[in-house]
């Protein structure tokens, strides 16, 4: 299925780099198995697989050599005898039909011939798949990303032959976090751990911390100068979720991180990356059909956006990086940096009418107000012809009247919160 031709991408790949002649049975008998299962610590738990099915008395911790190739020569055996059900071939079938609704992914109805090389492909493939924050793994179709990510598993593999304390079970987690780490601009190939230390501890154990998707997205877009890259995207687990192939707008994203870079500086932006695409999460933008600047919104923006919000600088100040995200995706939506000075030069207008009017009296202040809570186009030019009567220097005011009365309607309300965000930090 799937996963078996994302394997054999890579083995393909694997084959040409290193002028090597691996079948998909050798390679995984060489190569996958010794780093995957010839260890008393697995790097990935396969359910139901010779594997993990234990004897009276066996524990994964304790098995010896001979016990382990026991059970790759059962594996071999179920595999030859032609069974091709989820317990042998990964992202397949399960053995019962009515299991299909809870354990099976990427199933068809249509009746394809099986090959035992596929099989063996299936382990392979689903070994590449990045794990995100959220419960999601990722398949990039690009082989020079799927060889980098091999690269990681020996790096995990001696991760988790030194540490006792380190979980195994973990590959599609430690891709995730591998892939970032190897496109950062800290990886160094001479000692791939430097300046890396993506675990956490959870009770007696260290564990490897998810990466959100828009760190690992923004490595790919960084390391590949193409607009556009497929991913496919599902959940292995108790229940299986197949939510399929979707484009990434590397654009999106490389636009984003300059913008942010730009304003900002780039060491502010290595900790905003992650806050991007917090909004909704990878699962629920997918059913956007495509993933781009929408589903890299963050968390708490649609607040100010939706209820007309004005922030106080107190909290700007106290949650800068997380404003500094609002407005870079807001800038990145709108398509035009200008917006920024148009917002800010407005706010300033709006300030100095605000702090024009008699002492004591209010009435400047209320109308300012109400021009601040304007969630939309009529709204906004209703209030500020409020205001307009009351100016002496009407030219800001009346040039941002203009600008959002040519903007279109779904566009006013990002420009409104940054004219909130801009009149916030004057304040």
Not at 8 to 14: D, G, V
Request: net charge neutral; hydrophobic share 40%.
């Amino acid at each position: 299925m799937v996963t078996s031709t994302f394997g054999k991408i890579f083995l393909e790949a694997y084959n040409e780099k290193y002028g090597t002649q691996y079948d998909a049975k050798s390679f995984f008998v060489e190569k996958y198995w010794p780093l995957f299962f010839n260890h008393n610590k697995y790097m990935m738990w396969a359910q139901n697989s010779p594997f993990v099915q234990m004897k009276a008395g066996q524990k994964v911790e304790t098995l010896t050599d001979i016990e382990r190739n026991d059970k790759l020569e059962e594996f071999i055996a179920k595999v030859e005898s032609g069974a091709a059900d989820a317990s042998v071939a990964l992202g397949y079938a399960a053995s019962e039909e009515k299991e299909y609704a809870t354990t099976s992914g990427q199933v068809t109805g249509i009746p394809l011939e099986k090959d035992v090389a596929d099989i063996y492909l299936s382990w392979i493939g689903a070994s590449l798949a990045l794990g995100v924050a959220g419960g999601m793994t990722i398949l990039f179709n690009n082989k020079n990303i799927l060889l980098d990510i091999f690269e990681g598993w020996e790096v995990y593999r001696s991760v988790l032959t030194r540490s006792e304390q380190m979980k195994g079970n973990q590959i599609s987690s430690w891709n995730g976090v591998w892939l970032a780490h190897r496109y950062g601009r800290s990886y160094n190939p001479r000692n791939p751990m430097d300046n890396f230390n993506p675990f956490t501890p959870k009770g007696e154990e260290m564990s490897v911390e998810l990466n959100s998707w828009t760190k690992i997205l923004s490595g790919i877009a960084r390391k590949y100068g193409q607009s556009r890259m497929l991913g496919y995207v599902y959940k292995f687990g108790k229940t299986n979720t197949t939510i399929g192939f979707i484009p990434f707008s590397l654009n999106h994203i490389r636009h984003t991180a300059e913008l942010y870079r730009q304003l900002f500086g780039y060491e502010e932006y290595r900790q905003a990356e992650e806050l991007f695409g917090t909004a909704e999460g990878l699962k629920k933008s997918c059913q956007l059909g495509a993933i781009g600047i929408k589903a890299l919104e963050p968390k708490g923006l649609a607040e100010y956006v939706k209820k007309g919000i004005v922030p106080k600088n107190k909290e700007i100040e106290k949650k800068q990086i997380n404003f500094h995200t609002y407005i870079i995706w807001i800038l990145a939506m709108l398509n035009n940096q200008e917006l920024w000075d148009k917002a800010q030069t407005f706010a300033s207008a709006l300030k100095a009418f605000s702090e024009s009017g008699e002492k004591g009296r209010r009435d400047r202040v209320n109308l300012t107000n109400e021009v601040l809570s304007s969630t939309n186009k009529r709204i906004f030019i209703e209030n500020l012809s409020e205001v307009v009567a009351f100016v002496d220097d009407k030219v800001a005011i009346i040039e941002t009247a203009k600008l959002v009365n040519e903007m279109p309607t779904d566009n006013v309300p990002y420009f409104l919160t940054l004219i909130r965000f801009q009149y916030a930090t004057i304040k």
